[in-house]
């Protein structure tokens, strides 16, 4: 029988950044070697969870950071 892999959140923030970074959920799938499906359901969570965000939310500079490269990317 085979075991599922199970990921915590910080790997999963990680993935779906790796991903935006390589430009291809295909590389970092492969780079981490998971499923790409998995990334692409991060992303999509990830993505949903940043719109919730309240607009007064103060983000430290490396989080505005990765904001600005998931937007030039998107």
């Known amino acids: 029988m085979v075991k599922r892999r199970v990921f915590d959140e910080a790997f999963k ?6 991903s935006y970074v390589k430009g291809s959920i295909q590389e970092a799938a492969r780079e981490l070697d998971i ?4 990334i692409s359901k991060w ?5 949903k969870n940043d719109q919730t965000l309240p ?3 103060t ?3 490396e989080q ?3 904001r600005r490269l ?5």
């Open 43 to 47: 992303r999509q969570r990830h993505k």
């Open 64 to 66: 505005q950071q990765i």
């Open 13 to 18: 923030e990680m993935a779906v950044e790796l």
């Open 55 to 57: 607009a007064n939310t």
């Open 70 to 74: 998931q937007v030039a990317t998107s």
């Open 35 to 38: 499923d790409p499906g998995r």
């Open 59 to 61: 983000l430290t500079d």
